[in-house]
């Protein structure tokens, strides 16, 4: 036996003409403000008026901004600007007291810490950290150096030495 599955079941159906009746009460609702306001108020001022509310009610009725509907859009925005965000970090892993036992605990499996300090071979110690591979600089003549163009999370860009690693 089958059965007829519905498709299309987000889009709303059209009612009055090719509008739904959301869009028919936006629209309708956005006139009659505009014909009352024509009785009340004088000439240039219902003009102005009423070329905003018209902006307006076509948007509730008809814009779509990223597949979201005009009204959705300005909920967000309030809530946004109403309701604002804390974000707290907290990391996972507290910190230490600082004292030599400690250091050794967390430091056991890394470089010893005096050579660290002291700046003896800092460069070779962060380039086995790094890439825990070694690079073949010394290998290179000047005019094969090469250059990259990166670009910092903040957009700004630089010009950097590349180095191939093995």
Do not use: C
């Not at 300005?74 to 892993?93: G, R, S």
């Amino acid at each position: 036996m089958q059965f007829q599955v519905p498709q299309f079941i987000e889009t709303e159906s059209k009612i009055i003409g090719p509008l739904t009746i959301k869009q028919f009460i936006y629209i309708a609702s956005g006139a009659a403000i505009i014909f009352v306001l024509h009785y009340i108020l004088q000439t240039v001022l219902w003009f102005i008026f009423a070329f905003i509310i018209a902006a307006i009610s076509l948007s509730f009725a008809f814009l779509k901004i990223n597949g979201r509907t005009f009204q959705a859009l300005l909920i967000a925005i309030f809530n946004f600007y109403w309701n604002p965000q804390n974000y707290i970090w907290k990391p996972e892993n507290q910190p230490f007291e600082k004292d030599e036992a400690n250091i050794r605990k967390v430091t056991q499996n890394a470089f010893s810490l005096e050579s660290l300090i002291s700046g003896a071979s800092l460069k070779s110690t962060w380039q086995k950290v790094s890439t825990s591979k070694k690079p073949i600089i010394a290998q290179q003549k000047p005019e094969d150096i090469k250059y990259q163009i990166i670009q910092k999370p903040t957009g700004e860009r630089r010009v950097v030495k590349k180095v191939d690693y093995i």
